[in-house]
């Protein structure tokens, strides 16, 4: 089992800037891709970015340019950095790791975006 816990939600002004993390633990052997997802109010949760374990990314098209991922495998942490943030940026964002084809899920940040 992989036990994951975000951090790094909360509220900011519209063209601001958050940084959210995400630290894997348990079972975090084999662990390859990392990822944010979010999930906006009567939205479907939709893919943010993810990053593989060798350092390939990809990234929403609404996020792109605007949005970082990064990761540190030496502490099983995902990272994402969110610049000039907008208001359709509000959601609940959630990590989700891949590890032997099976997805484990954190339980969200609250991200909120005033204009």
């Known amino acids: 089992q992989v036990q994951l816990v975000e951090s790094g939600g909360g509220l900011v002004q519209a063209g601001g800037s958050l940084r959210l993390s995400c630290a894997a633990s348990g079972s975090t052997l084999g662990i390859n891709a990392m990822g944010w997802y979010r999930q906006a109010p009567g939205k479907q949760r939709e893919l943010v970015a993810v990053?593989?374990?060798?350092?390939?990314?990809n990234y929403a098209d609404s996020v792109k340019g605007r949005f970082t991922i990064s990761r540190d495998n030496a502490k099983n942490t995902v990272y994402l950095q969110m610049d000039s943030m907008k208001p359709e940026d509000t959601a609940v964002y959630y990590c989700?790791?891949?590890?032997?084809?099976?997805?484990?899920w954190g339980k969200g940040t609250l991200v909120t975006v005033s204009s």
């Open positions: 989700n790791v891949d590890r032997y084809d099976l997805n484990y």
């Open positions: 990053i593989r374990r060798g350092g390939s990314t």
